[in-house]
């Protein structure tokens, strides 16, 4: 692509088209002077003002390019950014719901432990009274004897 561009540079230079490249070739072009024989050389000034206005167009038409491009860029960039953000919403809105899942069967298992636990105490509590029994049975037993 490099020799290419540079066929390119070099053919606007031999055919006598200003190229810009940069913001430096712009200053130069607005900083040109006209230049005549003398005060009343209006033809020659006539002439240069039209090379001039020329060069002015290429330089507005760079510009417009280099703007395009710019804008082109940007538009990139927005729907970048965009469709990111599309994304981060979509990631999100799973994550709640992922958390409100998870806390639902957070308290589905603590539930299950309360009644366990519940369970637990109240077969102990019968195992006490069992024994309780067991223990106050073999006193009276041991009363007959």
Request: contains cysteine.
């Given at each position: 692509?490099?020799?290419?561009?540079?066929?390119?540079?070099?053919?606007?230079?031999?055919?006598?088209i200003?190229?810009?490249?940069?913001?430096?070739?712009?200053?130069?072009?607005?900083?040109?002077?006209?230049?005549?024989?003398?005060?009343?050389?209006?033809?020659?000034k006539?002439?240069?003002?039209?090379?001039?206005?020329?060069?002015l167009?290429?330089?507005?038409?760079?510009?417009?390019?280099?703007?395009?491009?710019?804008?082109?860029?940007?538009?990139?960039?927005?729907?970048?950014?965009?469709?990111?953000?599309?994304?981060?919403?979509?990631?999100?809105?799973?994550?709640?719901?992922?958390?409100?899942?998870?806390?639902?069967?957070?308290?589905?298992?603590?539930?299950?432990?309360?009644?366990?636990?519940?369970?637990?105490?109240?077969?102990?509590?019968?195992?006490?009274?069992?024994?309780?029994?067991?223990?106050?049975?073999?006193?009276?037993?041991?009363?007959?004897?």
């Amino acid at each position: 692509m490099w020799p290419l561009v540079s066929w390119f540079i070099h053919a606007r230079f031999f055919l006598g088209i200003t190229l810009f490249t940069s913001r430096e070739d712009v200053e130069r072009l607005l900083g040109e002077k006209m230049k005549g024989k003398n005060q009343n050389d209006y033809k020659g000034k006539s002439e240069q003002m039209i090379k001039y206005i020329k060069k002015l167009r290429t330089c507005i038409r760079w510009f417009m390019e280099l703007e395009d491009g710019y804008l082109a860029d940007q538009e990139k960039l927005r729907s970048m950014l965009d469709s990111k953000e599309k994304r981060h919403a979509e990631i999100e809105a799973q994550m709640r719901a992922k958390v409100e899942e998870l806390n639902a069967i957070i308290q589905d298992l603590q539930r299950q432990h309360a009644s366990l636990l519940e369970s637990f105490r109240k077969e102990e509590a019968d195992k006490l009274i069992d024994l309780l029994k067991i223990s106050s049975s073999s006193v009276n037993c041991l009363a007959c004897f």
